[in-house]
Structures are given as structure tokens and as C-alpha cells.
């Protein structure tokens, strides 16, 4: 599967943006997805992740209430809401898949970058204070 990140861009802190994922490929459907982000000098961490089948949602605690992962399986389309941006969020964000994601509740499988068999471009996100 391929995946096209897009939407970054540069907002203020407490501000907003709405990153989507396009899907190409391979039925999207089989696939769990995953947000992570990569600040310079720093290692990729993850955001958030949904469950190929029933929907489950994962979020890192530092962004679980602010952020939001969806899916539109009829668009191919991952989306993840970013609201009350904080500087902190600054940094590349790539959208992942793996057919795995979900299948088990393993938080520790789900949040790690090494489970995801297929990564997006990324897209920057800059939130100036």
C-alpha cells in the first residue's frame, strides 16, 4: 500500500489543523493505521493508532484529548484532528500501516514504529508560540 501524507502546515499554539493520509494500492480496509512524528534530533515517537477492524482508537498520553484519529475506509483516507497545539508538537508527522495493527490489544505492539510494515512521506507541522 502507498500512502500520501498531507495538511501540515503552520499554526499558532492553541491552534488547529486536520492531517489526512491517502491510501493507494491495496484494499485500505485490511489495513490498521498509525500517526507518528519525528522532531529534529529526535526519535520517531507515536501519536496515535486505529484498529483495522472494529474501530478501536490508541493515543499517546500526551496527546490523547487533543487529538483525534479517524478513518474513512470509503475514502481510502486516514485523518488525524490536532486540537490545542502546543510548540512541543512541532515535527514531521508520518502516517503508517501494517495489516497487523489492532488484530491483538497490545499497546506495546501498536505504539511501536517497528510494527508498521508501510510508512507515508510526512508532513511538517510547525506551531509557533
Known amino acids: 500500500v502507498q500512502l500520501q501524507a498531507s495538511g501540515g502546515g503552520l499554526v499558532q499554539a492553541g491552534g488547529s489543523l486536520r492531517l489526512s493520509c491517502a491510501a493507494s494500492?491495496?484494499?485500505?480496509?485490511?489495513?490498521?493505521m498509525g500517526w507518528f512524528r519525528q522532531a529534529p534530533g529526535k526519535e520517531r515517537e507515536f501519536v496515535a493508532a486505529?484498529?483495522?477492524?472494529?474501530?478501536?482508537?490508541y493515543y499517546s498520553d500526551s496527546d490523547k484529548g487533543r487529538f483525534a484519529i479517524s478513518r474513512d475506509n470509503a475514502k481510502n483516507t486516514l485523518y488525524l484532528q490536532m486540537n490545542s497545539l502546543k510548540p512541543e508538537d512541532t515535527a514531521i508527522y508520518y502516517c503508517?500501516?501494517?495489516?497487523?495493527?489492532?488484530?491483538?490489544?497490545?499497546?506495546?505492539?501498536?505504539?511501536?514504529?517497528?510494527?508498521?510494515?508501510?510508512w507515508g512521506q510526512g508532513t511538517q507541522v510547525t506551531v509557533s508560540s
Open positions: 503508517a500501516a501494517d495489516t497487523t495493527i489492532g488484530l491483538v490489544a497490545d499497546s506495546k505492539l501498536i505504539k511501536a514504529p517497528t510494527s508498521y510494515d508501510y
Open positions: 494500492g491495496r484494499p485500505f480496509g485490511r489495513y490498521g
Open positions: 486505529i484498529s483495522r477492524r472494529d474501530g478501536n482508537t
